[in-house]
């Protein structure tokens, strides 16, 4: 019944890895179906073994099933390298010699001696059997037939143990510490607890309850399938970001429609930081969605800080390919909202802000960024002058680069004039829209550099 379950619980697992659409994790991918698959072979000769349990049936089971769980501790640990790693190679030659050439110390190195141990470990094991055949109390209490490791094999186990929680318990911390997402960084936490965990699991019921008269394998494998289950989170949440952050494949044509609006001049938009001054009474969704669609439209992705509910939202959210840091008190860090392109921020955390427009221009490297923020009032308002003028010198610095274009949104007669003032003088380039029109009020001395 236990091996069962543990069939269910794999088979699960691998549903939704096989779901998942990746390109950072591609090869991690692919090695946790290979690991899922070994399991799902052992649970089932595991189960053969209780009811079948025949000389050559324990035989099998044995050697085939101990030889699958080494060869999964070099599988999970190159598994571990890649999430803390993230090999930019695109193909599998190419992340070869890299772990062959310049990752070649420490993880290189470390990954190959583990191989070769285990691969030495499994030919000892096939070769001279060093097992015997015995009777054990399984876990309903009756007499069944099993195998015993001997002395020497466990000893040479122990190694092998001790490199698997060593290595790949550490970097997978490493990793989460690395994460900027902190539910991304939990993920990686409970993958971490759970590879403790399986070597426990199999130290106790694989080896140590056995050697006492107790055959507990099934409840050993059933734990390794909860605790591996834990790399489906991993996945589940790499996924949503890698959506959030994939390159928009754009079926508007190339247009202009924010610069056209733009009276009386032409006005080169690009790599610019611009404050826009509104009328409230205007129509100024408008002239926010126009920026959004030219700045998609010309092979870039646009990115809107706003919050869920409010005209600015409604009116992007016909836009395709919009995405939207969702700005509500109703969450303490970053997480992946009901829409496949919304992402939820803590709006009176800055902190968290600052880091989510540091994933986005690193998850984009190459290609232009669109970004609006709506509206920098409420945020007066919500945090305070001092804390958002803090904030408003962070972003700006963070996105001065030419292929980032930005908008920030102020309402006029909203704050006092030293408020205004002040927040105009962090911008070098400054328009004004009411219903006579878009203005620019302040041109930037110089053109932004090229990139």
């Known amino acids: 019944m236990i091996d069962v379950l543990s069939f269910a619980i794999v088979s699960l697992a691998i549903f939704f890895v096989r779901r998942q659409k990746l390109s950072q994790y591609r090869d991690g991918k692919t090695i946790l179906l290979l690991v899922y698959g070994s399991l799902l072979v052992i649970l ?23 030889s699958l769980a080494l060869a999964d501790g070099p599988l999970l640990s190159t598994f571990a390298y890649i999430i803390y790693v993230r090999p930019p190679e695109q193909r599998v030659k190419e992340r070869l010699k890299a772990i062959l050439g310049p990752r070649l110390v420490p993880h290189g190195l470390i990954l190959i001696s583990y191989s070769a141990y285990v691969t030495l470990l499994i030919s000892y094991f096939v070769i001279l059997e060093p097992f015997t055949e015995v009777t054990l109390v399984n876990l309903a209490g009756f007499p ?34 690395k994460a900027t997402n902190r539910s991304t960084r939990h993920s990686m936490w409970l993958v971490s607890f759970g590879w403790i965990v399986i070597a426990i699991a199999l130290a106790i019921f694989d080896v140590y309850l056995p050697s006492l008269g107790y055959e507990t394998s099934a409840l050993a494998y059933f734990v390794v399938a909860v605790a591996l289950s834990g790399s489906v989170f991993v996945f589940r949440r790499a996924t949503a970001l890698e ?24 006005y080169s938009i690009q790599g610019r930081a611009m404050l826009l001054e509104v009328d409230p009474s205007s129509n100024y969704e408008q002239v926010v969605k126009d920026f959004a669609v030219e700045q998609i439209s010309n092979a870039g992705s646009f990115f809107v800080f706003t919050s869920k509910g409010g005209s600015v939202y409604r009116t992007l959210v016909t836009v395709p390919e919009t995405r939207f840091f969702i700005m509500t008190g109703a969450v303490s ?8 392109l919304e992402m939820e921020v803590p709006q009176g955390d800055p902190g968290a802000l600052l880091r989510c427009l540091e994933m986005t221009l690193t998850s984009i490297p190459q290609s232009n960024v669109g970004l609006a923020f709506d509206s920098l009032s409420d945020s007066i308002h919500l945090l305070g002058f001092e804390k958002l003028y803090k904030f408003l010198k962070q972003v700006i610095e963070m996105i001065d680069q030419h292929r980032v274009t930005a908008l920030f949104l102020i309402l006029a007669g909203a ?8 927040i105009k003088g962090l911008f070098g380039s400054q328009l004004f829209f009411d219903a006579n029109g878009l203005y620019v009020t ?8 090229a990139a």
């Open 144 to 177: 069944t037939a099993s195998t015993r490791y001997s002395p020497d094999f466990q000893i040479l186990l122990a190694p092998a143990t001790a490199f698997f929680l060593s290595y790949g318990g550490v970097v997978l911390l490493l990793g989460a510490k």
């Open 243 to 266: 959506e959030f952050f994939q390159l928009p494949v754009t079926s508007i044509p190339e247009t202009h429609p924010f610069s056209k609006r733009i009276r009386g001049r032409e």
């Open 415 to 422: 704050h006092d004039e030293i408020v205004r003032n002040s």
């Open 442 to 449: 302040k041109e930037a001395d110089s053109t932004p550099p």
């Open 333 to 340: 860090y970053s997480r992946s909202a009901s829409r496949s």
């Open 44 to 66: 089932g000769l595991d189960f053969l073994k209780s009811v079948h349990p025949t000389t050559d049936i324990l035989l099998f089971y044995t050697i085939v099933g101990a």
